[in-house]
């Protein structure tokens, strides 16, 4: 097999680089002939995969008709919270693609990859009430761009064996990318191709490993797009962001997930700043419609957010953490999901972004979906039947900021409990936010175990006492003294152990609830 040598950009001419190109050409055809496993390109749209998906087009496209019988699927991950800007581009490319490789006969297929609708952002923000993603909970990444995509090459490799996954990977993106690239080289099964650790009978190929940044900058600039894009307009989304910081196809853990780029998602708050959407609005007029979506991302994007989180954790137990204070270290709850008013919160400023968006945006992107009418119905499915919040808020929620009703075909149950209920529930319970929480818990439980089998029932019922029959105050109290007294065991500190153990119990025996009258 032909050997594709780079040289370093200083040391070549203009010439000296379209012969490496051209070397890499050949390498990527008689690859392409060695064998018949499918090819996979993970394609971003940023500037490193659609430089692999310009080469691989060139490379097949000029092969003899007779020869060019493997499929190629091109794969892009949609996470439904796109910047709108580079979503629109990206949709507007994969239909020059299947349009283009249809005309010209190429066993090239486009696929946009969406995440499953209980694993969608919005699902999992407003409907569990996860927190915004951070460096120590990033919740998304696999969610949203790793299983996608894993998803689909597992059914590849389901139906033909195994598969060739093309990405554009370079050693040049970071110390730690090189370092796990070499380390895979070292296991190549064959010339170029390296084993992918989290996925069996699958190869990774990556042609432009060794290429730097302004190499691949050149062969945008100096080599014209094939399937009837634009490399210019690339470079143009790319100015004003970070260099080499895009967001790639994610495949693993290893790869870099995110970047303060333009190909990255809208609500990202692992990053500091979105840098680049700032940069949009503020230099090009045309793009002040986006700043509702800044507004969004820069309020969920907060330091310190435990007043808007619930004290227990979301299965509704209290766990502790030991941090750095002023005065040493303390004991402190982990701070679990948002709570309902934040989540009803959180949904009335996107639905309302929406709207904005819908009225303000250029008249051919007017059609932007920040929230789709499937992740409405499961946010509806986890308050009602997860969360118990039987009042319903969502309908309501939606109809007042959109102006039209909230159409559900999913929950068809003729309901016993409602907004009515709720809002006698809340005038019995007064304040007590957690003598509400165990009511609406009970009563839903109840009405949950009426239309189907009765197993179980008290076992959940239960679980409600266990979760929310304790004050805050209470709940956390409790949860220290376990602490304490698993500490105490372990040290082997019998009177400790006594002493903690004769109080719990009289806690329990003072907390117990009086099921006596039924």
Known sequence: ????????????????????????????????????????????????????????????????????????????????????????????????????????????????????????????????????PRNGFRWCTDRLKINPANRFIREVVQVNGETILVLGTRKAESSKRAMTMLKYEKNRVRDHLSPNARLPNSLIYSPIEDWRTDEVWMYLMQFPNPWGGNNQDLFTLYRGATADNECPLVVDTSTPSCGDSRFGCWVC???????????MI????????????????????????????????????????????????????????YTKFWREHWLRRVLAAQVQIQNTAPVDMQDITLITEEELGEIRRIWLEEKHEFDDSLPRIYEEVMGKPFKDNRIQEKKLLGGDEWSILEEICSEDAMH?????????????????????????L?????????????????????????????????????????????????????????
Not at 269 to 279: C, G, Q
Not at 286 to 295: A, C, G, I, V
Not at 484 to 510: C, E, I, P, R, Y
Request: aromatic content about 6%.
């Open 1 to 132: 097999m032909t050997e594709a040598t780079t040289l370093p950009l200083e040391q070549r001419s203009v010439a000296d680089f379209i012969e490496d190109v051209n070397k890499l050409t050949i390498e990527i055809q008689e690859l392409y002939c060695s064998d018949s496993i499918p090819w996979i390109l993970g394609v971003s749209w940023g500037k490193d995969s659609s430089t692999i998906l310009q080469l691989v087009w060139n490379a097949i496209a000029t092969l003899a008709p007779e020869k060019r019988k493997k499929k190629v699927y091109v794969i892009t991950t949609d996470t439904q919270v796109e910047n709108p800007i580079v979503s629109h581009w990206v949709r507007r490319c994969i239909e020059q693609i299947k349009s283009q490789a249809e005309l010209l006969q190429l066993p090239i297929e486009a696929h946009l990859l969406k995440p499953v609708v209980k694993d969608t952002f919005w699902s999992n923000l407003i409907g569990k009430g996860y927190p915004a």
């Open 282 to 337: 503020q230099n090009d007029e045309d793009k002040e419609w986006l700043q509702p979506l800044l507004d969004i991302r820069n309020e969920l994007d907060i330091h310190d957010d435990r007043d808007k989180r619930d004290f227990r954790r979301i299965y509704g137990r209290v766990e502790l953490f030991e941090r750095k204070a002023a005065d040493g270290t303390e004991v402190v709850p982990i701070p679990g999901p």
């Open 269 to 279: 708050t692992l990053v500091s700043k979105d840098r680049s959407m700032e940069a």
């Open 436 to 460: 509400l929480e165990l009511m609406a818990k009970l009563l839903d439980t109840e009405r949950q175990h009426a239309t189907k089998s009765r197993r179980g029932v008290f076992e959940n």
């Open 462 to 518: 239960e679980k409600c006492f266990d979760s929310s029959s304790r004050s805050k105050e209470e709940a956390i109290a409790h949860a220290h003294e376990k602490r304490d007294l698993k500490q105490a065991a372990s040290q082997g500190d019998v009177g400790k152990v006594k002493q903690l153990t004769w109080a719990q119990m009289k806690f329990q025996t003072n907390e117990e609830p009086d099921l006596s009258d039924g």
